[in-house]
């Protein structure tokens, strides 16, 4: 994708997005001050540009205020007092709504770093956001492991077993006919005796590409079961709600293109493409708006830097990225 461009609309865009927040706190510090009043009607009905940013602004403000933190039915505490926020006061419902988020990750921060503790638990290899490792296992295969991604291993006997409990993963096995070797994703297992191979586990599923060599995936529990034969260039995805499963083909060149910090999609879902910069952005991005199940995307995406990728993305089918803190993206599709 190219880079964007530098528009003297692009630049009038985010001139006003970053006046409308000034705006926000302003009117929420003074509400009363009618000469403040004044010079922000002025502001507002000075162009359609600033319109358009300040019912923006306020609609990302409406989005914080009514999203409940996370995990707040496990922190909350019972006996505290409800207070309403009237809708009369977007201002106060932004600061407000930023001084809760800061209180409740503050509150609820054991409840989110204890998942990623009990993972570290049961892993034997870990890599955070944006990281990537390759690990040598005691039989000379390797296992590159991608961003925000696990591994356990468990080599015993006459079995190599391996279960990927998080994220996404390319082996390349060293043969051995004595001793298969096995990646376990959720309810779905692959088998090989030597080959070169990417394993993803996915929120609803896990999906098996095969760069080099032959292997063997099975979903035991699916309706109807799944036991599959892939060869290079080939690829299988498997449905953990319904069954079911889905064949395709790819240049094996292009599997596990991750490793080089490069996203490769072709003729993707836009939610989908976003979701895969996720694990490589140090920070949160969130997505307002109902096209980006449709909107379909193709390109090359660089995934050392995840903030310029979602830009293109946004760039290339009209939608707006903003920056709501060095660590929070939006991506809306308006």
């Known amino acids: 994708m190219t880079a964007l461009s530098d528009s003297p609309h692009d630049r009038d865009r985010a001139r006003a997005d970053r006046e409308a927040t000034d705006w926000l706190i302003l009117l929420q510090d003074d509400p009363g001050d009618s000469s403040l009043r004044a010079r922000f009607d002025a502001w507002l009905s000075g162009s359609e540009t600033n319109a358009a940013a300040w019912a923006e602004t306020q609609h990302v403000a409406a989005l914080i205020d009514a999203a409940p933190p996370a995990h707040a039915d496990r922190w909350a505490d019972p006996g505290a007092a409800v207070i309403p926020i009237t809708a009369a006061k977007p201002a106060r419902r932004f600061r407000r709504g930023i001084v809760a988020g800061a209180m409740a990750a503050a509150a609820c921060l054991a409840v989110l770093v204890m998942p990623d503790v009990l993972l570290r638990m049961q892993a034997d290899h870990v890599t955070g956001t944006g990281e990537t490792r390759t690990v040598t296992l005691a039989d000379g295969s390797t296992v590159s492991l991608g961003a925000a991604s696990a ?13 990927l409990l998080r994220g996404e993963a390319y082996f390349e096995v060293r043969r051995d006919p004595a001793r298969p070797f096995r990646v376990a ?25 095969v760069r080099h060599g032959l292997v063997r995936v099975d979903y035991r529990d699916g309706a109807p079961p799944v036991s599959e034969r892939l060869a290079a260039g080939e690829r299988i995805g498997v449905r953990w709600m319904g069954g079911g499963s889905e064949r395709g083909k790819v240049r094996p060149d292009r599997i596990a293109a991750w490793t080089g910090k490069k996203l490769i999609v072709s003729d993707r ?7 895969e910069l996720r694990p490589w952005y140090g920070g949160v991005i969130l997505s307002t708006g109902s096209g980006f199940d449709r909107q379909r995307v193709t390109g090359f995406f660089d995934l050392g830097d995840p903030a310029a990728a979602l830009q293109a993305v946004a760039q290339a089918h009209g939608a707006r990225v903003r920056h709501i803190s060095p660590w929070i993206m939006i991506i809306s599709d308006n």
């Open 151 to 163: 591994i356990d291993v468990a080599y015993a006997g006459a079995e190599r077993r391996v279960r």
């Open 269 to 275: 879902p836009v939610s989908e493409v976003i979701d």
């Open 185 to 209: 994703a959720g309810d779905a297992e692959t088998t090989v005796l030597g080959t070169g191979f990417e394993v993803r586990l996915k929120g609803d599923g896990a999906e098996v590409a």
